[in-house]
């Protein structure tokens, strides 16, 4: 048989696969494993129909075999094969996916949906290959076929030998340009890299021959290669197991395997949802915040897998800003991919997750703070800040979410209080939470400002952390209560001597008309107060702004 033609708009669209669909090389093998995964998958539902048939999992496999003397990588596998017509249509004709066909013709069971649909996939061969060969011989077929193509220019199919059922696609990898290199594509550490990467659990063993210098029997110093055929994915993803059956190490070693953090995860949460939209996931709260953390260059996103095939290593619609520290992944065969699988169209699965996500997190971290108090502070030294720029920001949007999280230094306590603490706590007659800002819990203290509000027994929170103050802003009431800072003019304290005061402030009327006098510009009014007992001066702000926050302000670049 000659040489056919690829359809045109086919070759306009092979150019595109190679050119720019795909943002990197590596994942033409992810494409060829989905292919080969799903070929068995297609014998394995034929099996389930047929009863000629019988599925014995041992005698299915994908095997990858890297040449670096001939340049060629092949990637088999013991799938259903293709006939002569599959070839035809399915690599002939680029866009047309026999997989999308198959699941529109078979019912398709849960756990077992197949991958491929939008018929581009396979061509990504060429991203890395001069040349792709496709033997196969199809389970409908005594006889076996040769695909071959250089790409563009179009392809031949002849017939070929072949014993067993299944495919064969083997690789000449490009020769090195310039600035080009393809070895690694041959390199067997490398291609294990890639495989573990993307196809870790393909439900299917991948197997590779692997080369590794062991000490010779016998002798101390002399190595020798051996080559051992090992299978590099781990098959069933620690997501689809059953929690029972998973130990804290078992998700400390997930966690450390996919180099979420160094640290060891303060807690994880594995969710398993079977609802109008279904997923898995499994979330880290880590204990210490990356170095980069507070910083721009910080990424914040969820690996993303679709059914089991991972196609996004951040997914930052996954997470709000507030809960960026959280580290994980999450798999759903719901998703509607677009073409490259690199991008998601902003669809409704995927926020249904993350807002479902979003409330896991919430309640986890109230359960850890309720349960497991020291670890909740823990969080909150690495994180807290970051739940406050959560309130504040947004307009402060998400406080209702967040409120019940923060906590606060207490004058009484001496400790991290939550709000709902301290609102449990004061007297009837106290009317508002009252707060002191300052640099340091030490400095805090001995502001004069604090002595009124201590005196009459209240506690007051300490404020050190720049936006703790703007984010109260935000929340301006918790349970009510509305927030007081203690330098405010009015403490809102029953004050039954308030005569007195005034009488002082008359009799000293000379005194005081005189210090403002000399600080014209920088007070607006001297009084006699009753707030002092042991400091002779204190200063309180007039508006809604403490002098913490007016400091901070001014210290802003306009
Ligand atoms: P998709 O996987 O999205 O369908 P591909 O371009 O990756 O698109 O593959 C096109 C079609 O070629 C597949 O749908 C399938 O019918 C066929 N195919 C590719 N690789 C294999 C294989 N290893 N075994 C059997 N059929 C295959
Ligand atoms: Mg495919």
Redesign the pocket.
């Known amino acids: 048989m000659g040489k056919r033609k690829f359809k045109a708009e086919s070759k306009k669209l092979l150019d595109m696969v190679i050119n720019s669909i795909y943002s990197q090389r590596e994942v033409f093998l992810r ?2 494993i ?3 995964s ?2 068995i998958d ?1 014998i394995y539902y034929k099996a389930l129909t047929d009863d000629a048939l019988t599925f014995n999992k041992e005698s299915y496999y994908i095997k990858i075999d890297a040449n670096k003397d001939n340049r060629t990588l092949k990637i088999t ?1 013991t ?4 006939t002569k017509e ?1 070839l035809e249509n ?2 002939g004709v ?1 866009a ?5 066909t ?1 699941k529109s013709e078979n019912e398709i069971k849960d756990g077992h949906d197949i ?9 990504a061969a060429f991203m890395v290959a001069d040349k792709v060969t ?1 033997i ?1 011989k199809s389970i409908d077929s005594d006889e076996a076929f040769k695909w071959e193509s250089k790409g563009s220019d179009g392809y031949s199919i002849t017939s070929a030998e072949k014993d067993e059922v ?2 064969e ?1 083997i690789l000449e990898i490009k020769q090195n340009e310039e600035d080009e290199n393809y070895d690694e594509f041959l390199d067997q550490y490398r291609l294990k890299q890639i495989i573990k990467k993307y196809s870790d659990f393909i439900r299917y063993p991948i197997k590779m021959d692997i080369t590794e210098s062991k000490l010779k029997e016998g002798s101390e110093d002399e190595y020798e290669d051996i080559i051992e055929e090992q299978t590099l994915n781990t098959m069933v993803p620690i997501w689809k197991k059953n929690k029972s059956e998973l130990t804290d190490e078992d998700y400390e070693n997930f966690y450390n395997e996919k180099h979420y953090g160094f640290d060891k995860p303060l807690k994880h949460i594995h969710i398993n949802v079977d609802g109008t939209v279904r997923y898995n996931a499994i979330l880290y709260i880590p204990e210490n915040a990356p170095h980069n953390y507070y910083t721009r260059e910080f990424e914040k996103g969820l690996e993303l897998y679709s059914n089991g095939v991972l196609i996004m290593e951040k997914s930052a619609d996954l997470l709000p800003d507030y809960f960026s520290f959280v580290k994980g992944m999450v798999d759903s065969e719901d998703l509607s991919l677009n073409i490259s699988r690199e991008m998601l169209q902003h669809d409704r699965q995927l926020k249904l997750i993350a807002k479902n996500i979003n409330k896991k997190i919430k309640t986890q971290l109230l359960s850890i703070l309720r349960d497991e108090r020291e670890k909740y502070e823990k969080f909150y030294k690495s994180f807290g800040q970051q739940l406050k720029f959560g309130v504040y920001s947004d307009y402060g949007q998400n406080k209702d979410l967040l409120q019940d999280l923060l906590m606060f230094y207490s004058s009484k306590e001496k400790k991290l209080v939550t709000l709902e603490e301290y609102v449990s706590r004061m007297p009837e007659d106290q009317k508002y939470i009252y707060y002191a800002s300052g640099e340091s819990n030490e400095r805090i203290e001995k502001l004069p400002q604090t002595e009124m509000v201590a005196d009459k027994g209240y506690e007051i929170l300490y404020f050190t952390d720049e936006i703790d103050e703007f984010a109260i802003k935000m929340l301006m009431n918790f349970k009510e209560k509305e927030f007081k800072s203690v330098s405010s003019g009015d403490l809102g304290i029953e004050d039954d001597e308030q005569d007195s005061t005034e009488e002082e402030t008359n009799e000293n009327k000379d005194l005081f008309e005189a210090m403002k006098e000399i600080l014209s510009d920088k007070v607006k009014d001297v009084r006699a107060s009753k707030r002092l007992k042991s400091h002779p001066v204190v200063l309180t702000a007039d508006g809604e702004i403490s002098l913490e926050m007016e400091k901070i302000i001014n210290a802003m670049p306009d």
């Open positions: 494409e060829l989905s292919n080969a799903d070929a297609k596998d799938g259903i094969g293709m599959d399915n690599l680029i047309k996916s026999g997989s999308h198959f991958i491929g649909q939008f018929g581009v996939g396979f061509y496709v196969s299944g495919t696609i």
